[in-house]
Nanobody, 124 residues
């Protein structure tokens, strides 16, 4: 059974940085498309970023492009989401999701596995 373990959320001031980690068990990141989604109170879940073996350039939502960086470490079997220059509107619960496919999709319904979510709060 594939499980996704997330870590790295927290409270940060505007302009600060956080790194989220997603580590799957039971499968390697090389076999997965791994995406990060977020959901703020009263809003729909939105795709933030995604990385996959055959994806080429990672996917970023327009709202985070240039501030967030997704990467993966095959040896650590972990996908990272480096979030820089954080804004108030980045506040949300962030979810790691995985799909057994070589390409990303922004459709949350397509993902097979989900992490438990980690809270990111940007506040002064």
């Amino acid at each position: 059974e594939v499980q996704l373990v997330e870590s790295g959320g927290g409270l940060v001031q505007p302009g600060g940085s956080l790194t989220l980690n997603c580590t799957p068990s039971g499968i390697t990141v090389h076999e997965l498309a791994i995406g990060w989604f977020r959901q703020a109170p009263g809003k729909n879940r939105e795709a933030v970023s995604c990385i996959a073996t055959s994806q080429g350039a990672p996917y970023y939502a327009d709202s985070v492009r240039g501030r967030f960086t997704i990467s993966r470490d095959i040896d650590e079997n972990t996908v990272y989401l480096q979030m820089d220059r954080l804004k108030f509107e980045d506040t949300a619960v962030y979810y790691c999701a995985a799909l057994k496919a070589p390409l990303c999709t922004g459709n949350a319904a397509m993902y097979d596995f989900w992490g438990q979510g980690t809270q990111v709060t940007v506040s002064s």
